[in-house]
């Protein structure tokens, strides 16, 4: 018979604590045809504000299983120094935490009890995930397989003439790291956003923690910002597909599906290519 610990290491686990920072946690779903052989690629899904980290965990269920994959949702909580803050994870770095390094420590964690290949994984972010997945692509672009953008309210452009966190002046000062630019050509990227994402009232809020004047001359709904964003990346020669969800407004769950399937060409792309050691 196997224990308890084994059981719940297939399938969806138990929300655990981080081991770098006990107030960060995560969960995943491990199909349950994995082998402790098996290195699975990983799939990595950033919440948003919401942290609905197992949300998204769940409706990835059968995504995993069909394609043979491990799904990683870590959970950055709300009000980790200030009980009123929503926003920290954001823009990577909040009151001494590196959101970036937690989350690579994570993934170490995770490599250490399952059976993943870690060292380049596929990351999506809605929202306020799409916010830190494209930070974080710019930080790690050597880390990441494939990274898909979803809808951010708030854009970091590759521009050094804007200031962090609009632009990337003053990114090395900042980060202890220049921006690699031939890393980032390499990493395919997805920028997804729903065709009745409108709305405004959260991203053109003047006098909250998260805005900085000038956010506004990059459009007043996500769809107009995520196109600003399309049109920089373009520039700088990165390898951009932009979908466009019929019908969906603001909604992570509406989109998981053409995520799914931009993933799933990925993965079949990197199946092809040679192994890489152990």
Not at 227 to 242: A, P
Request: with cysteine; glycine share 8%; aromatic share 10%.
């Amino acid at each position: 018979m196997a224990n308890t610990s084994t059981v719940y290491q297939r399938g969806k686990t138990p929300i655990f604590a981080s081991q770098v920072d006990p107030r960060l946690h995560y969960c995943l779903y491990v199909p349950q045809r994995l082998t402790n052989d098996d290195r699975a690629p990983l799939v990595v899904v950033q919440h948003g504000t919401a942290r609905s980290a197992a949300t998204y965990r769940n409706q990835l269920e059968e995504f995993a299983e069909e394609q043979g994959v491990v799904v990683l949702t870590p959970i950055f909580p709300a009000g980790l120094v200030d009980p009123d803050d929503l926003h920290n994870f954001k823009f990577i770095e909040y009151q001494g935490i590196r959101f970036d390094r937690m989350l690579l420590a994570i993934v170490d964690e995770v490599a250490d009890r399952f059976p993943v290949a870690a060292e380049r994984f596929y990351l999506h972010g809605f929202s306020g995930g799409g916010q830190f997945t494209h930070r974080f692509l710019y930080l790690h672009p050597e880390r990441l397989a494939a990274a898909s953008i979803g809808a951010p309210g708030r854009i970091t452009q590759l521009d050094d003439t804007l200031p962090w966190w609009l632009g990337t002046k003053g990114f090395e000062e900042k980060f202890g790291q220049p921006i690699d630019f031939d890393a980032l050509r390499r990493v395919p990227i997805q920028l997804v956003v729903g065709s009745e994402d409108v709305e405004s009232w959260e991203i053109m809020n003047p006098g909250e923690s998260n805005w900085m004047d000038g956010a506004e001359l990059t459009g007043t709904t996500r769809i107009e910002r995520l196109r600003t964003l399309e049109r920089n990346y373009r520039s700088h020669g990165l390898d951009i597909t932009f979908d466009m969800v019929e019908g969906a407004a603001h909604s992570g769950r509406k989109i998981l599906p053409t995520v799914e399937r931009f993933f799933a060409d990925q993965l079949k792309i990197r199946a092809q290519e040679p192994a890489s050691p152990r």
